[in-house]
């Protein structure tokens, strides 16, 4: 069996699976609201996803107030474990990935949640680090990059933290073969993890019967007073002050953002992911939002009850990154840390077959 966190019996070697059927790779992200599984075969564009599921669980409902994971949010985590953990074994997948992130790491009891997890499911949870978060997320986008201009600013928006990661397009290491792609050699020229996300924004600023400019822009304050701080990428300004950078922001929040302003009936991936917004765009669909009661965006179809209490908070976030660090053009992402972990597993693989073909030679 494949060394990676996973669930026991469910995963076959590369060479076991059936003549003509490409193997499947799974990445699971358990995040302070989502928990997101993907399941794909290799391709020569990368790879081809076979299965896809999503379930907002909120783990980290009330970990800013408390500490700790509260029993009825591990419950929910672990139904939507439980069939991730179902489905990879329905693939019979040949490596998996499984993570946990900001929930896990800050909370009293995420190393317990963890050990219930793995008696409960089989699934072994790895948590992993601000820093390992920042590299996958960049490597999930990086079909995204636009290579004419000379860098990025890759803002994932998760639950519980948001990672920032400015990227020169100028370097080595965007276009490595399968085998040789590794997320740790990325030209990423800084990174910034804050203990924000949407739940923890949310709860801090709760919003009352109506949201109103003032405390949206309390929440747009706090989120810069956390960036603001942060000096490591001072020598990339030159270039966004130039406009010669673009933003990429992942987060179901800026998806939803992104919904808002194509005004779809329902949400399509394949109509958000990649498309690009400008700094007008954003702003004018943060507004739209503060003029929707709780119900009214609750009834948006690219929003729905899950997100309805988030969604702001997201906006929020966005825009202090972009009054901290101005671009002209803002690209949307329905990708990130489950593409990179999915790239990365494929090379590693590649790279085995590689070195076996290499010592089989006479």
Same mark, same amino acid.
């Given at each position: 069996? @494949?060394?990676?966190?996973?669930?026991?019996?469910?995963?076959?070697?590369?060479?076991?699976?059936? +003549?003509?059927?490409?193997?499947? !790779?799974?990445?699971?992200?358990?995040?302070?609201?989502?928990?997101?599984?993907?399941?794909?075969?290799?391709?020569?564009?990368?790879?081809? &996803?076979?299965?896809?599921?999503?379930?907002?669980?909120?783990?980290? /409902?009330?970990?800013?107030?408390?500490?700790?994971?509260? /029993?009825?949010?591990?419950?929910?985590?672990?139904?939507?474990?439980? #069939?991730?953990?179902?489905?990879?074994?329905?693939?019979?997948?040949?490596?998996?990935?499984?993570?946990?992130?900001?929930?896990?790491?800050?909370?009293?009891?995420?190393?317990?949640?963890?050990?219930?997890?793995?008696?409960?499911?089989?699934?072994?949870?790895? #948590?992993?680090?601000?820093?390992?978060?920042?590299?996958?997320?960049?490597?999930?986008?990086?079909?995204?990059?636009?290579?004419?201009?000379?860098?990025?600013? #890759?803002? @994932?928006?998760?639950?519980? %933290?948001?990672?920032?990661?400015?990227?020169?397009?100028?370097?080595?290491?965007?276009?490595?073969?399968?085998?040789?792609?590794?997320?740790?050699?990325?030209?990423?020229?800084?990174?910034?993890?804050?203990?924000?996300?949407?739940?923890?924004?949310?709860?801090?600023?709760?919003?009352? /019967?109506?949201?109103?400019?003032?405390?949206?822009?309390?929440?747009?304050?706090?989120?810069?007073? $956390?960036?603001?701080?942060? @000096?490591?990428?001072?020598?990339?300004?030159?270039?966004?002050? +130039?406009?010669?950078?673009?933003?990429?922001?992942?987060?179901?929040?800026?998806?939803?953002?992104?919904?808002?302003?194509?005004?779809?009936?329902? !949400?399509?991936?394949?109509?958000?992911?990649?498309?690009?917004?400008?700094?007008?765009?954003?702003?004018?669909?943060?507004?739209?939002?503060?003029?929707?009661?709780?119900? $009214?965006? +609750?009834?948006?179809?690219?929003?729905?009850? @899950?997100?309805?209490?988030?969604?702001?908070?997201?906006?929020?976030?966005?825009?202090?990154?972009? /009054?901290?660090?101005?671009?002209?053009? &803002?690209?949307? +992402?329905?990708?990130?840390?489950?593409?990179?972990?999915?790239? %990365?597993?494929?090379?590693?693989?590649?790279?085995?077959?590689?070195?076996?073909?290499?010592?089989?030679?006479?």
């Amino acid at each position: 069996m @494949d060394e990676a966190p996973s669930a026991p019996g469910a995963l076959r070697r590369a060479g076991e699976t059936s +003549a003509g059927e490409p193997p499947c !790779y799974a990445a699971l992200d358990l995040g302070t609201n989502n928990c997101r599984l993907l399941i794909a075969t290799p391709a020569s564009s990368g790879f081809r &996803v076979v299965e896809a599921y999503s379930r907002i669980v909120r783990l980290g /409902e009330g970990l800013s107030q408390t500490g700790r994971l509260s /029993e009825h949010a591990m419950e929910r985590a672990l139904q939507a474990l439980k #069939v991730s953990a179902e489905k990879v074994r329905r693939r019979r997948v040949v490596k998996l990935k499984a993570i946990a992130t900001q929930a896990c790491r800050s909370a009293a009891n995420g190393a317990e949640f963890i050990a219930r997890v793995a008696r409960e499911t089989g699934l072994r949870l790895q #948590v992993i680090t601000p820093h390992e978060e920042a590299q996958l997320s960049v490597a999930g986008c990086l079909n995204l990059l636009d290579r004419e201009a000379d860098a990025a600013l #890759v803002v @994932d928006v998760g639950g519980g %933290s948001t990672e920032l990661s400015w990227v020169d397009l100028n370097a080595g290491g965007l276009d490595e073969p399968p085998g040789q792609f590794a997320p740790g050699r990325l030209p990423i020229r800084a990174w910034l993890s804050i203990p924000i996300g949407v739940v923890t924004l949310a709860e801090r600023f709760p919003e009352g /019967e109506q949201a109103t400019r003032a405390w949206f822009r309390a929440m747009v304050d706090t989120v810069k007073a $956390e960036i603001a701080a942060f @000096d490591r990428a001072d020598s990339m300004r030159p270039i966004f002050e +130039a406009d010669r950078a673009h933003l990429i922001g992942t987060s179901g929040a800026i998806t939803s953002l992104a919904g808002l302003h194509l005004n779809l009936r329902r !949400y399509d991936r394949s109509r958000v992911d990649g498309i690009w917004m400008h700094r007008d765009d954003c702003d004018a669909a943060a507004l739209r939002l503060l003029n929707l009661s709780p119900r $009214e965006r +609750a009834d948006q179809p690219c929003i729905g009850p @899950d997100r309805a209490d988030l969604v702001l908070a997201g906006a929020a976030i966005l825009q202090a990154v972009q /009054e901290l660090w101005p671009c002209s053009r &803002v690209r949307v +992402a329905d990708r990130g840390l489950r593409e990179g972990i999915l790239l %990365s597993l494929m090379s590693q693989g590649a790279g085995r077959r590689r070195r076996r073909r290499r010592r089989s030679r006479p």
